[in-house]
């Protein structure tokens, strides 16, 4: 008796079709491997308000969840309370704007983001690391 693939098949393709679920993540912010920050909550569903560091007068780092992502960016000023860190609901892309120096954004299924910055080969290094348990 031949067993049919259908049903896998469809059960996989079910399961792909559902809705990113959401995932808390802790975010702390970290110069030449050293942390200078505390740890932060930030949850992928978008309900707790933005992470950010001021590593000086010109470099902020900022991470945030929304939409079943979570998301780092490194920027010159820091983000405006009402912009969003990503460019569109359910986009896959990092809004974009005047400071904007690097980022990077994860599925909520990912268990750690490490984003980093490093504006010349003499600046320090800074990081953004969020992690989920």
Request: aromatic content about 6%.
């Amino acid at each position: 008796m031949r067993k049919s693939v259908i049903p896998v098949a469809v059960a996989i393709v079910a399961a792909l079709s559902l809705p990113a679920q959401a995932a808390k993540f802790s975010c702390i912010f970290v110069q030449n491997g050293n942390p200078v920050s505390s740890a932060c909550p930030v949850d992928s569903a978008g309900t707790s308000k933005p992470c950010t560091h001021k590593y000086s007068a010109s470099l902020f780092g900022t991470c945030a969840g929304g939409s079943g992502q979570l998301g780092c960016i490194f920027s010159s000023e820091p983000l405006a309370a009402d912009r969003d860190l990503f460019a569109a609901p359910d986009s896959r892309t990092l809004s974009t704007g005047p400071g904007l120096l690097a980022g990077a954004i994860a599925e909520a299924s990912t268990k750690r983001l490490l984003v980093g910055y490093k504006e010349s080969q003499s600046a320090p290094e800074v990081d953004a690391l969020c992690t989920s348990p």
